[in-house]
């Protein structure tokens, strides 16, 4: 007799779904920024303790979540972005209805929201998969999630991140905040406050976020390629790095870790780079959204466009021509 097959049960889907979409604090704190972006949050607040295992606390000023929907915003496939159900043009960061699921299987999520429009704001819990009531509690506009004991739920994925490095967490935060220069952004991190910043022209955050000297030099970059549009800052190529931390693309709003786009600059530099060096480059891609697939990764970090290749000489070029003939416009320290 073959074996039974049968349905497993909604804790357990969700508990599998999270290991895909939290791997890591850091994937969390994604999520939980990119919907509080998606809010249309004009100041983003995120407190992380212990790397983001012990505690993730992210404070928006966005819409918020009405009483009624707290509920749905944590079932699996409930979200209220999904326009295009064809997944053709995607233009929140969010739109799989997963996050907020994911992370009730495997942590203790607290979210108290408040629309401008309500008396009162309302909280509710998860806490592995179990749902509390909705309940009156205290506080303003917006959105407060609450993250705790990440992975205590599914103890096989917490042996692996015992000394979580929070380092990663904080990067996710330092490349989000990247990409909206026009939200205000704080992050602090074990008692630190590593930064806390006004909304800001993309210049100012650049400076303020890659830091000032590095920022001094950097070289304007501007191109246009039928209906895609790059812009952005580059170092010359005496500001080379032992590491690509200095490295940030953005793609119609998305910080982005695509491979296509690294191997892009790292060509765009080869012949006046040394082998080893890594460039320093903030560079933002607008195109259409039916130009691009984001939805090939449950993280959302990696992308695949219609035309990979034009895109790729669009960057190289406009990285070369711009190395050529530097236009000298560094950032006067006014812009910080
Ligand atoms: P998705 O972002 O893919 O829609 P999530 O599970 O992350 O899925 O969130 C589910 C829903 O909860 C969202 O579609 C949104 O309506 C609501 N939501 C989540 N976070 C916030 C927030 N910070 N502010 C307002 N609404 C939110
Ligand atoms: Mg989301």
């Not at 000394?163 to 008692?191: I, K, M, N, Q, Y």
Request: hydrophobic share 45%.
């Amino acid at each position: 007799m073959p074996p039974q097959i049968r349905r497993l049960a909604e804790t357990t889907v969700n508990r599998i779904a999270a290991g895909e979409v939290i791997e890591r604090p850091a994937a969390a704190v994604k999520e939980l920024v990119e919907n509080a972006l998606d809010a249309g949050a004009k100041r983003i607040e995120v407190i992380l303790a212990g790397g983001g295992i012990e505690r993730i606390e992210i404070i928006d000023d966005g819409c918020g979540i009405a009483a009624e929907q707290l509920a749905l915003a944590i079932e699996r496939h409930a979200t209220s972005k999904l326009a295009d159900e064809a997944l053709v043009r995607i233009t929140t960061l969010g739109f799989r209805g997963e996050a907020l699921p994911s992370i009730g299987a495997a942590a203790k999520l607290t979210l108290i929201s408040r629309p401008a429009e309500q008396d009162s704001a309302y909280r509710i819990n998860v806490s592995g998969g179990a749902v509390s009531e909705v309940a009156p509690a205290p506080g303003v506009t917006g959105t407060r999630a609450i993250v705790e004991d990440l992975f205590y739920a599914t103890p096989a994925r917490r042996k692996f991140l015992r000394s979580p490095r929070a380092e990663a967490a904080e990067r996710t935060v330092w490349r989000l905040a990247l990409a909206a220069p026009h939200v205000a952004f704080r992050l602090v991190s074990g008692e630190r406050v590593l930064f806390d910043l006004p909304a800001q022209t993309e210049a100012a955050r650049v400076s303020a976020l890659f830091g000032r000297e590095t920022a001094a030099s950097l070289l304007p970059l501007e191109a246009e390629r039928e209906d895609v549009q790059l812009t952005g800052l580059i170092g010359p190529a005496s500001l080379s790095r032992a590491t690509m931390g200095l490295q940030s693309f953005v793609v119609n709003g998305r910080p982005v870790q695509d491979p296509m786009l690294r191997l892009s600059l790292r060509l765009a530099y080869r012949d006046v780079m040394q082998a080893g060096r890594h460039a320093v480059a903030a560079l933002r891609l607008t195109l259409p959204e039916e130009a691009l697939d984001v939805n090939v990764h449950p993280a959302k970090t990696e992308l695949r466009f219609a035309d990979a290749n034009g895109i790729r000489s669009l960057v190289i070029g406009a990285i070369t021509r711009t190395l050529e003939r530097p236009v000298s416009l560094a950032l006067a320290p006014a812009a910080a």
